[in-house]
């Protein structure tokens, strides 16, 4: 009963318009319809969230106030709260959704050459164009045996095959996918010989997906020696102008203290500087954060031609290159630190 009713709270949160469009769009993530639930579960989740929030934060602050300020000013904020976590927390999962919809996406393409060889074995064999879709289906294509187990049982149920050819083209943002799905659609209406277009399509993509390895390999230089600023050489050079601020910093600091004990007349006044180490090892992280980012971007560019490839190389870099940068930190102040006590 309890998830019934989470269920229904759920949907209260979704207009009508939106869930056909929402559906489709987890569907591209491999969920099938929209979970109600999971908006209902969400709310109360925000819900208490906020409380907690509210309560040490916000309540001190305004329970003085005259009775009905106080319920205005708590009906905002808790709003305000709740919908910035809740909102924060479905910007993640729709960033997490991308990726798992990208993910697919390149999944489906190489998987596409193989099974449309099968495809084609069986046209030769004699099968129909509808039956061959269906028996060249094999548990190995995984995510591609789903999506054409869709269009099979679309086309046994009295749909197009053209039609459902071109649903299935459209579902995933995959230029590959709908030139293919384009190619034989065009050939069924012409009544054209569909071996041939299949044959074709299974050459030009495999002709394709060996150049595009080809070109990783040609820049698997490149992407080393920025894999290596970024890890190894950019975090030593922080490190090492970190130790260099703080010895520059020690002997303003022994002149200012020396200077002080001369006569007043002295020609030359030196005073100690304000710049706190701490604030430059800040900087250092966030630079490192942000370098580590934009160079999982241009690495990603380079050998996969797109940005969202290079996503999985930003944990790695920032890690990285953050352990590297306290362990030169460590070392440096180890070999430097005592020239100047």
């Not at 056909?20 to 769009?25: M, P, V």
């Amino acid at each position: 009963m309890s998830l019934l009713y989470l269920d229904e709270f759920g949907k209260a949160f979704i207009p009508k318009k939106v869930r056909i469009g929402l559906g489709k769009y987890l569907s591209k993530a491999g969920i099938d319809g929209v979970p109600y639930k999971f908006f209902g579960i969400l709310f109360w989740v925000t819900a208490v969230i906020t409380y907690f929030i509210y309560v040490p934060g916000i309540y001190p602050a305004i329970k003085q106030k005259p009775i009905i300020v106080f319920f205005i000013l708590t009906f905002v904020f808790w709003f305000l709260i709740q919908a910035v976590i809740a909102l924060l927390i479905i910007l993640s999962l729709y960033f997490y959704l991308n990726i798992q919809i990208y993910k697919r996406t390149k999944i489906l393409e190489d998987l596409l050459p193989d099974y449309l060889s099968m495809v084609s074995t069986n046209l030769k064999g004699g099968m129909n164009f509808e039956k061959s879709l269906w028996c060249a289906l094999k548990p190995e294509f995984g995510i591609l045996a789903n999506e054409i187990g869709i269009v099979s049982k679309r086309v046994a149920t009295g749909n197009d095959v053209t039609e459902a050819l071109q649903e299935f083209a459209e579902k995933y943002n995959s230029p590959v996918l709908r030139r293919s799905m384009e190619l034989l659609k065009g050939e069924i209406i012409s009544g054209g010989s569909i071996t041939g277009v299949i044959d074709s399509i299974v050459a030009n993509l495999k002709k394709t997906k060996a150049l595009k390895a080809e070109m990783t390999a040609a820049t698997l230089t490149y992407m080393i020696f920025m894999a290596a600023i970024v890890v190894g050489i950019m975090p030593g050079l922080f490190a090492l102008s970190k130790q260099l601020l703080t010895i520059i910093l020690r002997f303003g600091s022994r002149i200012s203290s020396s200077f002080q004990t001369t006569t007043a007349t002295s020609m030359f006044q030196f005073s100690s500087s304000n710049i706190n180490p701490m604030h430059f090892q800040m900087f250092s992280v966030a630079a490192i954060c942000i370098i580590a980012i934009f160079s999982s971007v241009i690495i990603s560019t380079i050998e996969k031609g797109d940005v969202k490839s290079g996503l999985k190389y930003v944990p790695l870099f920032t890690i990285g290159g953050l352990i590297m940068y306290f362990i030169c930190s460590a070392i440096l102040e180890a070999m430097l630190g005592g020239i100047i006590p």
